[in-house]
């Protein structure tokens, strides 16, 4: 599954509205899209996925304290499947009693969305990768304290920002990995480097080889400097060109 992360878009979207965005994406065949703040967007975004057809099965929206119950009525009427939070501040990773106050959240979380039969997850970003508890990455440490329905939405470009060896630490992960946040960029950079797959350094054919065909694929360049619409829309293309997986 190839969906695209609509915060990618959200200059556009302010710009010329949900709808023709939305219709962009289905006339370069996108079925599927990743709403950010669901509580909020769900009923800006509704009227377009109608008319097109698109599906929302993976959503971005606040899970943490008083938040969830609106970010969970929203996601079970958009029909989400797997809902995530979109970061932790850094500050949140950088002892081990900072992790277990987010596995409280996320547990708590895991356990309001069980009944559904949805599970939870959050975007990694760089700090929980590059912060060490136990000797071993903050985000490692954290799936040690949660629920078997909570997972990652993996982002490689932000764990190599975060120095991290990516096949060695998907390969830790493992069926954790709940999805997979696709953008590339160079080897050596930062989070403002971001450009369309294809077009840096990143080891794309061996990150897509090495991960369960099932987990969804999210185009989300979340900080790119320039035509976002263009990037994701060559994104596609290159990941088209290699049938969706390598």
């Known amino acids: 599954m190839i969906s695209v992360q609509l915060w990618s878009l959200r200059k556009e979207i302010d710009d010329v509205g949900w709808d ?19 509580a909020a967007t769900a009923p800006l975004l509704a009227p377009a996925l109608a008319r097109t057809g698109i599906t929302t099965p993976t959503g971005h929206g606040e899970i943490v304290g008083e938040q969830l119950s609106a970010t969970l009525d929203a996601a079970l009427e958009s029909g989400v499947e797997l809902l995530m ?7 949140r990773w950088q002892d081990r009693d900072g992790v277990l106050r987010i596995a409280d959240d996320v547990n708590r979380a895991a356990e309001a969305v069980l009944p559904h039969g949805m599970r939870i997850a959050f975007h990694n970003h760089d700090d929980e990768v590059r912060t060490l508890v136990g000797g071993r990455p903050a985000l490692l440490a954290l799936m040690d304290e949660v629920a078997p329905n909570v997972g990652v939405e993996f982002d490689p470009n932000w764990a190599t920002i975060g120095g991290a060896d990516v096949l060695e630490l998907m390969s830790a992960l493992g069926d954790r990995i709940f999805g997979l946040h696709l953008k590339d960029g160079p080897l050596l950079g930062t989070n403002m480097d971001q450009v369309a797959l294809g077009d840096g350094e990143l080891a794309w054919d061996d990150f897509l080889g090495a991960l369960d065909p099932s987990v969804p694929r999210v185009i989300g360049l979340d900080m790119f400097r320039g035509d976002s619409l263009d990037a994701v829309l060559r994104s596609k293309r290159w990941l088209d060109q290699r049938g969706g997986r390598s």
């Open 20 to 38: 023709r965005v939305v219709g962009t994406l289905a006339d370069a065949g996108f079925k599927h899209v990743e709403p950010f703040a669901i």
């Open 85 to 91: 939070q979109p970061m932790f501040p850094a500050e």
